[in-house]
């Protein structure tokens, strides 16, 4: 299937490891023009020279802190610079602390507002109005399973990824007339950096084996497995392309079929 999407340029957010990275890596085998952005220097030049010469295209990499609203807003500037637009959107970042409730202070909480709710807005801002006078846009949020079946011990991310959630619900009705879609992707358990943080905290915190808990995930899946994160990235591309036109205001999973409701 020819995607269409040469010629395209994307901005991915939190894209030197993990989820963003392999965004980014299917956008740009798809022959998308991508601007990556992370914090670490070292980890995103990596990235940007590993992703430009498997797929050809142009790739530019951008460090900054997406909590700090400034840092957000250059991001896009920067790309927009470089790259004339951006027409697909991809708001993604690290997770917050593990922890329950009480472990949160009022600074935890106000962090994780910046790091997962805040960072999604600000980029979204900047992003917009080009989007508009365009008449084209496609807006990506890299959310959680999370926002439809809360996972324990994780009420920071649970709280903030539903925020991000209703925002974009909200937002996908006001800009759908501007040709522009907001969608949300649902991760669930991947093999990722951070699944590994989360599964040796867990462990730490019970006593046991960092693979006990991983397995203890995997029964829970109906597939019997941890996700792959080029499996979230082909849904990110599909969902970019000009063929996901009529879909928007959605929160899809890519699960295993881990969550258990209905809709």
Known sequence: MDLNLRGRVALVAGSSRGLGRAIAEELAAEGASVALCARREAALAEARESIARASGTRVTALAADLSRPEEARRVVETTIAEHGRVDVLVTNTGGPPPGPFERHDTAAWQAAAQLLLTSAVELIRAALPGMKSRRFGRILNVT??????????????????????????????????????????????????????????????????????????????????????????????????????????????????WIRGLL
């Not at 996972?151 to 996908?172: C, F, K, P, Y």
């Open 144 to 257: 959680s399973i999370a926002v439809k079946q809360p996972v324990d011990n994780l009420i920071l991310s649970n709280a903030l990824r539903a925020a991000v959630t209703g925002m974009a619900r909200t937002l996908a009705n006001e800009v759908a007339r501007d040709g522009i879609t907001v969608n949300n992707l649902m991760p669930g358990y991947t093999r990722t950096e951070r699944v590994d943080e989360l599964a040796q905290a867990t462990a730490r915190a019970e006593a046991v084996a960092p693979a006990a808990v991983v397995a203890r995930w995997e029964a829970q899946i109906p597939m019997g497995r941890i996700g792959e994160p080029r499996e979230l990235a082909a849904l990110a591309a599909f969902l970019a392309s000009d063929r996901a036109a009529y879909i928007t205001g959605q929160s899809i999973a890519v699960d295993g079929g």
